[in-house]
Nanobody, 124 residues
Framework: EVQLVEAGGGLVEPGGSLRLSCAAS????????MSWVRQPPGKGLEWVSA????????DYADSVKGRFTISRDNTKNMLYLQLNSLKVEDTAMYYCAKAPNTWSSFKIYDSSTRGQGTQVTVSS
């Protein structure tokens, strides 16, 4: 059974930083692209970033490019998202999700694999 457990969220002032983590189990983590997605209050899911299975390719939504960095450690089955220069509009529940298949485009994610999420609140 696929299990993804997100952690690391919190309350931070604008301009601050956080590091989110996602612990994966129940599947061959090293074979799947992974994404971070977020859901702002009252809005739908928004793709944030993705990383290829071996970590050699990454991509970001324009809204976070240059501020967020995605990475993974396949030896530990862990996915990370470093959030820097946080803005109020980054406030959301953040989730990690796996690609539906090993051959999927690396920016495609299966939203049903999300964990419980970790809340990021940016406020002064």
């Amino acid at each position: 059974e696929v299990q993804l457990v997100e952690a690391g969220g919190g309350l931070v002032e604008p301009g601050g930083s956080l590091r989110l983590s996602c612990a994966a189990s129940g599947f061959a983590f090293e074979d799947y692209a992974m994404s971070w997605v977020r859901q702002p209050p009252g809005k739908g899911l928004e793709w944030v970033s993705a990383v290829h299975a071996q970590g050699e390719l990454t991509d970001y939504a324009d809204s976070v490019k240059g501020r967020f960095t995605i990475s993974r450690d396949n030896t530990k089955n862990m996915l990370y998202l470093q959030l820097n220069s946080l803005k109020v509009e980054d406030t959301a529940m953040y989730y990690c999700a796996k690609a539906p298949n090993t051959w999927s485009s690396f920016k495609i994610y299966d939203s049903s694999t999300r964990g419980q999420g970790t809340q990021v609140t940016v406020s002064s």
